[in-house]
């Protein structure tokens, strides 16, 4: 069983649309993230999550909504798609805030059009 | 050899040669460090980590130093072989237990036959 798993793997997109990211942990984890990876490979911190109670929140544009329903799932909701949100999203989890390894998702590649 | 610029820094080595990856990390305060694999259409996974109170760490294969001093983290891979090849990632934790890990631009390794 995948321990983070996120949906879709792949989504295609045109300009102006509005989609949704879903993003559940079985590790029993207390601790969410969204992360975000360019064509450059690099990789930043969009959110974190903590018991579903919002911790870290970068300087991220307020079309991009992450929803945690229970401390198992965090979704990142994205309106008004633009160009630039191309890039890999990689839901992740951790045990809890204090120091401890963060485990991946297989990541969601998104394309807008 | 290892080539830096605009594009993600590459190292190419024999297969059964070891393998050294360099992360200069940025946070004098970062406590806590993570190396990363990521293999191509995958999420960054876990490879070894290692806390401030050590220099060393050795796991099956992997090797991590760590240099205080000039802010240095290195990943040591013993015998490369073909399923080493990946792009890998030093990650810092900045200090802050409110798990804003920081990630480094990524090597990308390269195994020759």
């Known amino acids: 069983d995948t321990a983070v798993s996120q949906t879709p793997k792949y989504l295609v997109t045109q300009m102006g649309n509005d989609k949704s990211i879903k993003c559940e942990q079985n590790l029993g984890h207390d601790t969410m993230y969204w992360y975000k990876q360019d064509s450059k490979k690099f990789l930043k911190i969009m959110f974190s999550y903590n018991n579903k109670e919002l911790i870290i929140n970068e300087t991220v544009p307020n079309r991009f909504s992450p929803k945690s329903p229970d401390k198992a799932h965090l979704n990142l909701h994205i309106n008004s798609l633009e160009l630039g949100d191309s890039a890999v999203y990689f839901c992740?989890?951790?045990?809890?805030?204090?120091?401890?390894?963060?485990?991946f998702g297989e990541g969601s590649w998104l394309t807008v059009v | 050899g290892e080539s830096v610029g605009l594009h993600l820094p590459t190292l190419s080595v024999q297969e059964g040669d070891n393998s050294i990856i360099n992360c200069a990390y940025s946070n004098s305060a970062s406590d806590y460090f993570i190396w990363y694999k990521q293999e191509s259409g995958k999420g960054p996974q876990f490879i070894i980590d290692i806390r401030s109170n050590m220099d060393k760490r050795q796991g099956q294969r992997v090797t991590v130093l760590l240099n205080k001093t000039v802010k240095h983290l290195s990943l040591q891979i013993a015998a490369t072989q073909p399923g080493d090849s990946a792009v890998y990632f030093c990650a810092e934790n900045g200090g802050n237990y409110g798990q804003n890990f920081v990630f480094g631009p990524g090597t990308r390794l390269s195994v020759l036959p």
């Open positions: 992740a989890s951790s045990q809890d805030q204090a120091g401890n390894t963060i485990y």
